[in-house]
């Protein structure tokens, strides 16, 4: 087991009507004015937002809104919020929606006490210690960023989709409504769905061997996930699948899954380069492409780690073959996600031979010349990798 640093400094608030408590919890907390950020139109459409809003005025807490982050979360919403943030004297964000309005929350809370501006943390990674509080109320489980350490951002100028990831960004409170994701299409239920189980994939597959208190954590998340997911799609109203599926989000990217290990993620840097390319992709739908098309890829670096997960996952049957198991486990992880209804190939996803040579530059600013861990990968592997995904 490598040496590792763990933080986790949430506090989950978690059940039916925890939304109420935002107010109070905050007040606790010492909050005096908040910035309020939320999504385009399901907060607003689905009442929440004026409950967060009365909770905060019952608390006497002031807030300023900013609304409007679009799925993929761009800078320039962003900028607009750190200069109201800065003139408002904001001390807390509270993020109402996905991951994509909890990284723009990050993003602003980040650059809210800086002078230069937030960009330059997404281009420099320089870590940053002065940033305000975050809270969030979750309205979708699958970036797992309501405890994460990490913020995905796109700028559209630069054609860019890049992370930064820090401690001290990760959210201080999280409230958890299974019942506030009943309203969510099927679609972005499976979206989320494919994006925690690649949170665990990432992380099981690395360049070391077992780890079995972190292997065995993260396999029973995989579990859950894999039995709870067809639970919810058939049921979309029950409240113990969305809550299994709710609390597994979170637990498959806080960290724990993956302590003490190397980790992969050279299939997310993958993916968000199709983000980037086209921010109408959706990142759980883009990863139910790249992955399984990776993993065909690198799977001969260690045959028998995919043999394994196939027989823990998919209950296979070992057949003396490593390498025949290790190709039936990919079949399933690609079957699974189909079976969620999402995409197999980069074609249902509008993307085309010619857009492969558009991202390999931009993957290298990114993630330099070498990136991953199971197999050390260059430009001629993603190129490779993304031609296989092409391939279904
Ligand atoms: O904008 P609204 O109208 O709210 O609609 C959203 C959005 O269109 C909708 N939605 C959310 N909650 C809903 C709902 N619709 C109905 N009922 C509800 N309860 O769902 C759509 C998607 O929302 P989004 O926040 O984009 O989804 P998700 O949570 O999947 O976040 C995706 C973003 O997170 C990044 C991704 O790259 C992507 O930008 N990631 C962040 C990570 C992190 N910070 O640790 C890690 C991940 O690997 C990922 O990269
Ligand atoms: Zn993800």
Known sequence: ??????????????GRGVEEEVGQKLADRGAHRVLLHYGGRSAEESGLLDRIRRSLTNASLEFVEVGGVRPNPEITLIREAVEIGK???????????????????KAIANGIPLEEDVWELFETKRPNKEVLPIAVVLTIPAAGSE?????????????????????????????LNPELTFTLPPFQTAAGLTDMFCHLLERFFDDMGAVPVTDNLNLSLMK?????APRVLADPDNYDA?????????LCHQG???VGRHEDWATHALEHELSALDPAITHGAGLAVMFPAWMEYVFDENPARFAFYGQEIFGLAPTGDVRADALSAIDETRAFFASLGMPTSLGELGVEEDDIE??????????GDVFGSFKKLTADDARAIYRLALGY
Request: charged share 20%; no cysteine; glycine share 10%.
């Open 242 to 250: 969305r809550a299994n599926i709710m609390w597994a989000g979170m």
């Open 1 to 14: 087991m490598e040496n590792f640093t763990f933080v986790s400094p949430t506090e989950f608030v978690f």
């Open 147 to 175: 405890a994460s350490k990490n913020t995905v951002i796109s700028n559209d100028a630069l054609g860019r989709k890049t992370g930064y990831g820090s401690d001290y960004q990760r959210p201080k409170l999280a409230f």
């Open 224 to 228: 859950t996930v894999r039995s709870e």
């Open 358 to 367: 558009k991202m390999l530059p931009t993957l290298k600013q990114n993630k």
């Open 256 to 258: 724990l899954a993956g």
């Open 87 to 105: 003139a408002q004297g904001v001390d807390w964000v509270l993020a109402v929606g996905g991951g994509s309005v909890i990284d723009s929350a």
